[in-house]
Nanobody, 122 residues
C-alpha cells in the first residue's frame, strides 16, 4: 500500500524560503513520477513541480519556474519541494502525489498525501 505524508508547511514572509517534504512508502514500481500540487481557496488544483524517475523529465509552470525545485532523497525515500522567493499568491495547501508515469494532470494521479498548509504573508 502506497502512503505519502507531507510536512514542512507553515507561515513565511514574502521573499522567504520554505522546504516541503513528502515521505513515501510502499512504492514498488521501477518507473514513477512524483508531483507537487497546490490548491488555494476558490481555485483549481495545479501542478507546481513534477519529476519522473529514472527518466529525469521535469515540469514547472511559469508561475513558479526559477523559484521552486523538486528533488529526491533516495536513501530516505523522500521527495522535497524547495520554494524560494515566495509570494503571497503561493499561499495554498500543498500536496504530493505519485503516478506510474510522467504527467501534470492531477486527476490522473493515483496516490496522494493529505496536504500541508503554506501561508505567505505580505
Amino acid at each position: 500500500q502506497v502512503q505519502l505524508v507531507e510536512s514542512g508547511g507553515g507561515l513565511v514572509q514574502a521573499g522567504g524560503s520554505l522546504t516541503l517534504s513528502c515521505a513515501a512508502s510502499g512504492l514498488t514500481s521501477r518507473n514513477y513520477a512524483m508531483g507537487w500540487f497546490r490548491q488555494a481557496p476558490g481555485k483549481e488544483r495545479e501542478a507546481v513541480a513534477v519529476k519522473s524517475w529514472p527518466g529525469g523529465f521535469t515540469y514547472y509552470p511559469d508561475a513558479v519556474k526559477g523559484r521552486f525545485t523538486i528533488s529526491r532523497d533516495g536513501a530516505k525515500n523522500t521527495v522535497y519541494l524547495q520554494m524560494n522567493s515566495l509570494k503571497p499568491e503561493d499561499t495554498a495547501v500543498y500536496y504530493c502525489a505519485a503516478s506510474d508515469r510522467f504527467q501534470v494532470v492531477s486527476s490522473l494521479y493515483n496516490y496522494w498525501g493529505q496536504g500541508t498548509q503554506v501561508t505567505v504573508s505580505s
